[in-house]
């Protein structure tokens, strides 16, 4: 009788710690998203549905957007990178103003199911925008 009652009063603590453990990994943030504060007043998107409200900035170090950004900026007669790449939940690619910074927001998901030619054409179409007017002399010959 005092083995079974050892027993299960070990079994109640392993789930007592299993149920607290849980309770607490559910409720800490995600660690692989952090909320994006930008003042989207001044951005341009693209292409598909309107801008969410709530971004979300996610860490990586996917290099696929750098690379093809580093293409598009060659073709473009090599130009110099003035914004800060940062990968979020825009629908494909945007590029936002904010103060005196450029943002390119970018997609994994859209670059995942773009085709070469709009991967490249919505990042030529991006790094144009100076948050006043779009420009022309970017393009890929």
């Known amino acids: 009788m005092s083995v079974y009652l050892f027993s299960l009063i070990h079994v109640k603590m392993y789930l007592n710690t299993f149920l607290f453990l849980t309770t607490l990994l559910c409720a800490a943030p995600l660690f692989g998203q952090e909320p994006l504060e ?7 998107q693209f292409a598909g549905p309107q801008q969410d409200e709530e971004l979300y900035a996610f860490r990586t170090d996917v290099r696929v957007m750098q690379d093809l ?12 990178q003035n914004f800060t790449l940062i990968q979020t939940n825009v ?4 590029a936002v103003v904010d103060g005196q910074r450029r943002y390119l927001l970018w997609s994994q998901d859209f670059l995942e199911k773009a085709s070469p030619l709009e991967a490249h054409a919505s990042v030529a179409h991006e790094c144009n925008f100076d948050g006043e007017e779009e420009q022309t002399d970017l393009s890929i010959p």
């Open 38 to 44: 930008l003042n989207l007043i001044y951005h341009c």
């Open 69 to 80: 950004v580093a293409k598009v900026l060659r073709l473009g007669g090599d130009l110099e």
């Open 91 to 94: 629908a494909n690619v945007t």
